[in-house]
């Protein structure tokens, strides 16, 4: 197996500092975004715990397969599902007790998105409403479900596209790391192809960007480093209201 990865963060056109945080460890063949929320830079401090346990648990575990896990195994899932479920709940935990040690830290949180390839799979653990897209010959899809507030008034009953864009909590998450000191993780399994690529970014590219530009892009670029670039570039081109950060990898069996 062979995975291209390229990644990129940047600070958009409002904020003045990234709470944004991206990991690639391509040794253990483990990618994770993190968008970090909270008062000051408790957000930047929330998503770089988030990255640091993954790296942390990831590099231990993949040494030492008998190492001491913190978390029961689900029988509902195989070692691999379980390892990412694992990593990111070891994260929350992190999180929420750092958050719960000093007043200036209280409420920070973050959600995240992780991709880890493992035999001939990929799997995609996340919680919040950081996003994965999987792009194969020349057609995005959308695997995350965002853990939005506004995702939950879709699935209740539809609404109107001008109700969607004059909804008044569009970034209220009801799901992310930190909040509680336990977290639902989601995890979805997919078969990956020669040459299809993952998309990991945080909401300032997904909430700046089409789904369709996106897609325009990825089949414009097969450079990855510069397929990054672009989508970043056009997400602070619209308006950059949030930090933005994109990574991207393609899978070679």
């Given at each position: 197996?062979?995975i291209?990865?390229?990644?990129?963060?940047?600070?958009?056109?409002?904020?003045?500092?990234?709470?944004d945080?991206?990991?690639?460890l391509?040794?253990?063949?483990?990618?994770?975004?993190?968008?970090?929320?909270?008062?000051?830079?408790?957000?930047?401090?929330?998503?770089?715990?988030?990255?640091e346990?993954?790296?942390?648990?990831?590099?231990?575990t993949?040494?030492?397969?008998?190492?001491?896990?913190?978390?029961?195994?689900?029988?509902?899932?195989?070692?691999?599902?379980?390892?990412?479920?694992?990593?990111?709940?070891?994260?929350?935990?992190?999180?929420?007790?750092?958050?719960?040690?000093?007043?200036?830290f209280?409420?920070?949180?973050?959600?995240?998105?992780?991709?880890?390839?493992?035999?001939?799979?990929a799997?995609?653990?996340?919680?919040?409403?950081?996003?994965?897209y999987?792009?194969?010959?020349?057609?995005?899809?959308?695997?995350?479900?965002?853990?939005?507030l506004?995702?939950?008034?879709?699935?209740?009953?539809?609404?109107?596209?001008?109700?969607?864009?004059?909804?008044?909590?569009?970034?209220?998450?009801?799901?992310?790391?930190?909040?509680?000191?336990?977290v639902?993780v989601?995890?979805?399994?997919?078969?990956?192809?020669?040459?299809?690529?993952?998309?990991?970014?945080?909401?300032?590219?997904?909430?700046?960007?089409?789904?369709?530009?996106?897609?325009?892009?990825?089949?414009?670029?097969?450079?990855?480093?510069?397929?990054?670039?672009?989508?970043?570039?056009?997400?602070?081109?619209?308006?950059?209201?949030?930090?933005?950060?994109?990574?991207?990898?393609?899978?070679?069996?």
């Amino acid at each position: 197996m062979k995975i291209d990865v390229a990644g990129l963060t940047h600070v958009g056109m409002k904020r003045n500092h990234n709470e944004d945080n991206f990991l690639l460890l391509p040794e253990q063949q483990l990618f994770v975004v993190a968008d970090g929320m909270g008062g000051h830079s408790s957000g930047e401090i929330a998503s770089k715990i988030a990255v640091e346990e993954l790296s942390e648990f990831f590099s231990m575990t993949g040494k030492d397969h008998e190492a001491t896990w913190p978390y029961k195994m689900d029988k509902t899932r195989n070692y691999d599902e379980n390892r990412l479920a694992t990593g990111i709940k070891l994260a929350n935990v992190r999180i929420f007790e750092k958050a719960s040690s000093e007043q200036r830290f209280r409420g920070m949180g973050t959600t995240i998105v992780t991709l880890h390839f493992a035999g001939a799979s990929a799997y995609i653990g996340h919680v919040g409403d950081s996003r994965v897209y999987f792009f194969r010959k020349g057609f995005l899809r959308q695997i995350t479900e965002d853990h939005s507030l506004l995702n939950d008034y879709l699935k209740a009953k539809k609404l109107t596209p001008e109700e969607i864009e004059a909804f008044p909590h569009k970034n209220v998450i009801v799901r992310a790391l930190g909040m509680k000191d336990t977290v639902q993780v989601d995890v979805t399994r997919v078969d990956p192809m020669d040459g299809d690529v993952f998309l990991l970014c945080s909401d300032g590219l997904s909430g700046m960007v089409t789904d369709p530009q996106i897609q325009e892009v990825l089949t414009r670029h097969a450079d990855l480093d510069a397929a990054c670039s672009t989508l970043i570039e056009m997400a602070n081109a619209h308006g950059g209201t949030d930090n933005v950060t994109c990574v991207l990898t393609r899978f070679h069996p």
